[in-house]
């Protein structure tokens, strides 16, 4: 899975997100072994305190690579055994899932790492054999 960052609602000098490793799940189990993603935030604030919240979601399936037509709903993915997909807004972002939150203070450099456990589960067991790929994005909102 690649995983993407995108500030939200921010006045930042700088914002630097990352997470590691690139997520990669064997569908041998199901659910599959979850995985730690170390998701570090870095940022230098403009404004007055701020709460810092940090976001995850999927917008679209997995999707095989090849000819093959079939998809993991986004729903499978689950983040801290929750489905990715969180029936709420967080971060501004309809059906996000928040992995942290923390305090900003005014002109000073701050950071936070998170690290949520991602899986897939409940995929259906008549996929195609293929390599899936999809899009986790990273969001930090402010407020």
């Known amino acids: 899975m690649l995983v993407m960052a995108t500030p939200a609602y921010a006045q930042f000098q700088y914002l630097r997100i990352s997470a590691t490793p690139m997520a990669s799940f064997s569908l041998n189990a199901n659910p599959t072994a979850p995985q ?7 940022w230098g604030w403009l404004s007055g305190d701020s709460t810092v919240n940090v976001c995850v ?7 095989g690579t090849g000819t093959n037509t079939d998809t ?3 729903a499978n993915v689950q983040v801290n055994n929750l489905s990715i997909v969180s029936g709420s807004t967080k971060c501004g972002i309809v059906n996000a899932t928040q992995i942290g939150s923390g305090t900003m203070s005014t ?3 701050g950071n936070r790492t998170d690290t949520p456990s991602i899986r897939i589960s409940g995929y259906s067991s008549t ?3 293929d390599t899936y790929t999809g899009t986790i994005t990273l969001y930090v909102l402010t407020f």
């Open 127 to 129: 996929l195609a054999p």
């Open 72 to 74: 993991i709903p986004q």
């Open 107 to 109: 002109f000073l450099p």
């Open 57 to 63: 979601s999927m917008t679209a399936p997995l999707r």
């Open 36 to 42: 730690t993603l170390t998701v570090f935030s870095e």
